[in-house]
C-alpha cells in the first residue's frame, strides 16, 4: 500500500507536479480501515491558481479489480498537460486507496473539514490549489479493450451533476465515433416500440435504484456534497454480442477533450438541469414531469386521513328511534299517549345501547341527525410516540459501540427487533385495558338508566311531572367514542403523506420506493373480525417491515444479512447517506404503528 503511494508519487514528481501523499485512519463501529492517497498539482500557466479541475482514479475498480489503465490514463495526462500552456485552470490528480473512504478523507482535508473523533484521522494537505470547479473520475479496469464507455453520475443521498456535464461527454464520445451508455450496460438500438419503451425503464429504474439507496454508484459522488459536479467514466467491457473494441490509447484523447472543454467554460456549470430522470443518453425527464406523480401518491394519503377523520366524529343515525321521538312528539302535542311513546323510545335506546356494548357496530346507537361522538386519542398519540421511540432505539443500537462480547450487526438487528416487539405489546396492552375500562364504565351507567327509565313510565300515568321527568329519562345516552384504530389509522396516513411529500423535495427516488411499497396495506388494512384476514395483513406488514425487506435482500441479491447491515451502516457513518435515518425515523416507525392497529378492536 504505502510502496505503491510512494511510487506514484515520485513518478508525478518526476513528471515536474507538486506531489505528495496522505495517510488516513478511518473507524466506524464495525471496523477500522487506513489508507494512502496519492495526489498532485499541475499549475496552468494562464491561470492565478483560484480555480482547479480533478482528475480522480481509485486503485481498485467497481468490479474488484485493479484500476490499471485507469492509473495509467491519470499518469499519462499529467505528461501530456506538461507540455501546453493553454489551460486556463490548474489540474488536480488524485489516486485514491480503498473503497470509498480515501476520496471522502482527500475531500475533508483538502476543504478543512476536521472529523472529531479521536480514532480518525487525516492528514493534512501539503499541496493544494484552488475552488474545484468539476471533476472526472476514471475507473478502467485491467489492461485490456473495452465495447463502450459508461457515465456514472449518482452521488450520495441522490445528488446529481448538471446536466451540461454528461451532455458534454456524450457529444464528444459520438463525434469521435464512441458507444457512450448509462452505467455498465449496452442496450443494443431497435426499432421496436415496446422494445425502446422497456428499454427506457430498464435505464430510469436502474438510475433509481442507486438514487434511492442513497449510496454513490461510483468515487465521483461525493464530490457532489461540496457542490462540485463530477462523474465516473467507466470502461464498458460486455463479451455478449459484437461490438467494436476501443483500446486505452483511444480513451485518451476523448478524456482530454472533456478536461479541455471543462476547462474553457466561463463559469460553474448552472444553465442545464440539476433535477431529472435519464431514460437513454440524450433523453431526460425533467423534474416538472416527474415531481407530479409522486405529490399526487402523497394527496391521496392525506385525503383518506381527512376522510377518516371526519367519518369518526359522525354518529350514525338511527332512523327507528328518530321515527318513534315523532310519533312520541305528535302524540303529546294531541294531549295523549306521551307515556307509552316515552317508554318505547327508552327501550328502543337499551336495546340500541346493548348491540353497542356487544361491540358489532361502532356506531349502534340510536342517535338523532348531525349527532358527534368523541374522538380520544390518547391511544393514537402513545402509539405513535411508542413507535418514534422505538425507531430511536434502534438508530441508537446500530450507530452505538457497546463492548460486549459477540457484539455484531446481526445481534443489534435482534435486539431491535425485541424493542419493537415491546413497543408493539404496550401499544396493543393499553388499548385493550381502556376498551375494558370504558365497557365497565357504560355498563354501570347503562343499569342505572335502565332503573331509572322503568320508574319514570310506570309513573308517568299518575302525575304530569312525572311524565316530563319521563321525557327528560328517554334521551340517548352519551354515544361511545370513536374506535382508536380509526384515529390510529388517521396519524399514520397523515405522517405517510407528510414524509413522502417532504422527502420528494430532498431524493425523489427514496420517496418513490417507500410510497409505491406501503400506498396499498396502508390504504386498505384495517382491523377485522376475520381471524384469517388479520393474519394475513400482519405478515404483510412484518413482511414489508426492515427486518423483513433485510431478509428479501439477502435472499434476492445472494448476500448475507451481516453484509447488508454493513453496507447500510457503512453508508451512514463514512458517506453520512440518509438510509439508516429515513429507515429508522420514518419508515419503521409508520410500520410499527401500522401493526398495532391491525391488532386493535374493531369497535
Known amino acids: ?118 480514532d480518525n484521522h487525516e492528514e493534512s494537505l501539503h499541496v493544494r490549489s484552488g475552488a474545484i470547479q468539476a471533476a472526472l473520475n476514471l475507473d478502467f479496469a485491467g489492461t485490456g479493450d473495452y465495447n463502450a464507455i459508461g457515465i456514472f453520475f449518482e452521488g450520495v443521498n441522490g445528488g446529481l451533476p448538471n446536466l451540461d456535464l454528461i451532455n458534454t461527454v456524450n457529444e464528444i464520445g459520438v463525434h469521435r465515433g464512441w458507444t457512450v451508455v448509462l452505467h455498465d450496460k ?58 467494436y473494441r476501443f483500446s486505452v490509447h483511444q480513451i ?27 431514460s437513454d443518453i440524450t433523453r431526460y425527464t425533467s423534474i416538472g414531469l416527474y415531481m407530479p406523480p409522486v405529490i399526487i401518491l402523497g394527496v391521496s394519503f392525506i385525503l383518506k386521513a381527512l376522510s377518516m377523520w371526519g367519518v369518526s366524529g359522525d354518529l350514525a343515525t338511527d332512523m327507528k328511534a328518530v321515527e318513534q321521538l315523532a310519533e312520541r312528539e305528535s302524540k303529546e302535542a294531541a294531549g295523549s299517549g306521551g307515556g307509552e311513546a316515552a317508554a318505547a323510545v327508552a327501550a328502543s335506546n337499551n336495546n340500541n345501547n346493548n348491540t353497542n356494548n356487544s361491540g358489532s357496530s361502532a356506531t349502534a346507537f340510536a342517535s338523532l341527525p348531525f349527532s358527534r361522538r368523541p374522538r380520544p386519542m390518547r391511544v393514537a398519540v402513545s402509539v ?33 427487533v425485541g424493542v419493537c416487539t415491546v413497543m408493539v405489546f404496550a401499544g396493543v396492552s393499553s388499548a385493550m385495558i381502556r376498551q375494558q375500562l370504558l365497557l365497565k364504565q357504560r355498563e354501570g351507567k347503562d343499569k342505572g338508566k335502565e332503573k331509572k327509565a322503568k320508574e319514570a ?23 361511545a367514542p370513536a374506535p382508536d384504530w380509526v384515529l ?29 411499497l406501503i400506498a396499498v396495506p396502508y390504504l386498505m388494512f384495517q382491523p377485522t373480525h376475520n381471524h384469517v384476514l388479520r393474519i394475513l395483513q400482519l405478515g404483510t406488514l412484518m413482511a414489508m417491515s426492515p427486518p423483513g425487506l433485510v431478509l428479501w435482500a439477502s435472499y434476492l441479491l445472494e448476500m448475507d444479512v451481516s453484509a447488508i447491515l454493513h453496507w447500510i451502516l457503512q453508508g451512514y457513518e463514512v ?8 429507515i429508522c425515523f420514518v419508515y419503521w416507525p409508520l410500520n410499527l404503528a401500522s401493526i398495532v392497529m391491525i391488532l386493535l378492536p374493531v369497535s
Request: aromatic share 10%; proline share 3%; net charge neutral.
Open 488 to 516: 390510529l389509522k388517521t396519524f399514520i396516513l397523515a405522517m405517510a403523506a407528510l414524509e413522502v411529500t417532504t422527502l420528494s423535495a430532498l431524493n425523489f427516488s427514496l420517496a418513490v420506493s417507500i410510497g409505491v
Open 186 to 243: 449496452i442496450i443494443p438500438a431497435t426499432d421496436n416500440l415496446t422494445r425502446k419503451y422497456l428499454n427506457a425503464l430498464h435505464n430510469m429504474l436502474y438510475m433509481m435504484k442507486y438514487q434511492a439507496s442513497c449510496h454513490p454508484s461510483a468515487n465521483h459522488g461525493f464530490f457532489h456534497k461540496y457542490m462540485i459536479d463530477a462523474i465516473t467514466l467507466y470502461g464498458v467491457n460486455q463479451a455478449e454480442g459484437s461490438y
Open 575 to 582: 458517506m453520512g447517506t440518509w438510509l439508516l435515518p429515513t
Open 384 to 416: 405513535i410516540g411508542l413507535s418514534l421511540v422505538a425507531g430511536l432505539a434502534s438508530f441508537q443500537l446500530f450507530t452505538s459501540t457497546f463492548g460486549f462480547a459477540g457484539e455484531t450487526l446481526l445481534v443489534k438487528l435482534v435486539a431491535s
Open 1 to 118: 500500500m504505502y510502496r505503491r503511494a510512494d511510487a506514484v508519487r515520485a513518478e508525478l514528481s518526476n513528471i515536474g507536479l507538486k506531489a505528495a501523499t496522505q495517510n488516513y485512519t478511518l473507524t466506524t463501529s464495525v471496523d477500522t480501515k487506513s489508507g494512502v492517497n496519492t495526489y498532485a498539482v499541475f499549475n496552468a500557466p494562464r491561470a492565478d491558481g483560484t480555480e482547479a479541475l480533478v482528475l480522480s482514479a481509485p486503485w481498485i475498480s467497481k468490479d474488484n479489480q485493479l484500476n490499471t489503465n485507469g492509473i495509467a490514463l491519470i499518469l499519462s495526462l499529467a505528461k501530456n498537460f506538461r507540455r501546453h500552456s493553454h489551460y486556463a485552470r490548474d489540474t488536480i490528480f488524485v489516486i485514491t486507496d480503498g473503497d470509498s473512504e480515501g476520496i471522502q478523507a482527500w475531500l475533508r482535508a483538502y476543504h478543512g473539514i476536521e472529523r472529531t473523533a479521536q
Open 457 to 479: 313510565a310506570a309513573s308517568s300515568l299518575s302525575s304530569s311531572s312525572s311524565s316530563s321527568s319521563s321525557s327528560s329519562s328517554t334521551l340517548p345516552p352519551p354515544p
Open 252 to 278: 485518451g484523447p476523448l478524456v482530454e477533450q472533456v478536461h479541455r472543454s471543462l476547462n474553457n467554460i466561463l463559469e460553474h456549470l448552472h444553465q442545464s438541469f440539476f433535477f431529472y430522470l435519464l
